[in-house]
Nanobody, 115 residues
Framework: QVQLVESGGGSAQPGGSLRLSCAAS????????MGWYRQAPGKQRELVAH???????NYADSVKGRFTISRDNAKNTVYLQMNSLKPEDTAVYYC?????????WGQGTQVTVSS
């Protein structure tokens, strides 16, 4: 059974930082492209960042230079370091795993940025 468990969400002030983690089980983690998506109230889910098995990355324009995605294949964990947070980063953040077959999703973790 595949499980993706996110943690690290919470509240931050504008300009602050948070670090999200997603622990995966039930998959051969190293071959999966891991991604972070987010969904704000009333909006569609959108890609935040991807990290491929070879550790190359891509980011949404809105987070480039502020967010960093990384992975630790030994721990089956993907991270999202979020710096210089803005109120518009407020959303539920979801972890995603994909390797050409079914997409797997975590349950989501809330990130709220406000003063």
């Amino acid at each position: 059974q595949v499980q993706l468990v996110e943690s690290g969400g919470g509240s931050a002030q504008p300009g602050g930082s948070l670090r999200l983690s997603c622990a995966a089980s039930g998959i051969v983690f190293s071959v999966y492209t891991m991604g972070w998506y987010r969904q704000a109230p009333g909006k569609q889910r959108e890609l935040v960042a991807h990290i491929f098995g070879g550790s190359s990355t891509n980011y949404a324009d809105s987070v480039k230079g502020r967010f960093t995605i990384s992975r630790d294949n030994a721990k089956n964990t993907v991270y999202l370091q979020m710096n210089s947070l803005k109120p518009e980063d407020t959303a539920v953040y979801y972890c995603n795993a994909y390797a050409g077959g079914p997409r797997y999703w975590g349950q989501g973790t809330q990130v709220t940025v406000s003063s």
